[in-house]
């Protein structure tokens, strides 16, 4: 694969942290990482908390990232991007399903206006089959389509404008997700995203070039409380670094809930 394709894949998957960890055998044969310290024994929230803060964490402070607000019937209705002076609006249909997310900058003009919108499409199963997103300036839409097989996702489809740039397959065990492998039309190379769980808890995921692990590009680690709330997430990027020649660039996140 060419720089320019491979630095494109390296952008569309976000995962960090890889552990240095004892391994076992799950019955398919394959391998997986014996995760631990997944739980925070001194942060507790209620049991399915809302989420109410996102922080991104450096070694002497932390900033407020992300805000996220609810309408009465507890739905996410808005969420304020601090750090970019941004903000989304939420809004739904009548059968409860997100319909659309409209964008605002506070930089412009010094007065909020919508920069571009997400509209969502379902089938008749209530699945998410389109998501489009509209800009207002001259941009062609992006959208990705979406196909099930028995109610599990088995592929999303990525456009902009007409053109194809990239399609992701997804692999289960049970109705559990594994793997994703993303793929560019035309292109050998692939990108495989393995997820790895405790608890039921999602706690890990890996990302390499092709099929080996020896491909490492990037992952990611995540922390919870007693009650299942995510309250920390470590992300380990490696390419972030390549300027500074530091062998680890860490991203670390914690979240807040009300």
Not at 188 to 195: A, M, S
Not at 205 to 213: A, K, M, R
Not at 239 to 247: F, I, R
Request: aromatic share 18%.
């Amino acid at each position: 694969m060419n720089t320019k394709n491979l630095n494109f894949l390296m952008t569309l998957v976000f995962f960090a942290l890889l552990l240095s960890c004892d391994k076992n055998e799950m019955g398919d044969n394959s391998v997986i990482p014996v995760i631990h310290d997944y739980r925070v024994q001194d942060i507790f929230y209620p049991k399915d908390g809302k989420l109410k803060y996102v922080y991104q964490v450096f070694d002497t402070y932390k900033n407020l990232a992300t805000e996220y607000q609810y309408d009465n019937l507890g739905r996410i209705s808005r969420v304020n991007f601090v750090l970019a002076k941004r903000y989304d609006i939420y809004q739904y249909n009548t059968k409860g399903q997100l319909e659309k997310i409209s964008t605002y900058d506070e930089y412009l003009e010094n007065s909020p206006v919508v920069i571009q919108t997400i509209n969502y499409s379902y089938n008749t199963n209530g699945n998410k089959e389109k998501e489009q997103t509209n800009f207002t300036d001259n941009r062609e839409p992006v959208y990705n389509l979406y196909k099930y097989d028995g109610g599990k996702l088995t592929k999303q489809e990525h456009y902009e404008g007409n053109q194809q740039k990239y399609y992701i397959v997804y692999e289960y065990k049970d109705n559990i997700l594994l793997k994703e492998k993303l793929y560019v039309p035309d292109e050998k190379d692939f990108v495989t995203t393995e997820y790895f769980y405790a608890e039921g808890l999602f706690v890990y995921s890996i990302t390499y070039n092709g099929s080996s692990e020896t491909g490492f590009m990037h992952d990611e680690r995540n922390y919870y409380d007693r009650n299942d709330n995510l309250i920390k997430r470590v992300d380990n990027i490696p390419g972030l670094s390549s300027m500074s020649g530091a062998t680890v660039f860490l991203v670390k996140w914690e979240y807040e809930y009300e």
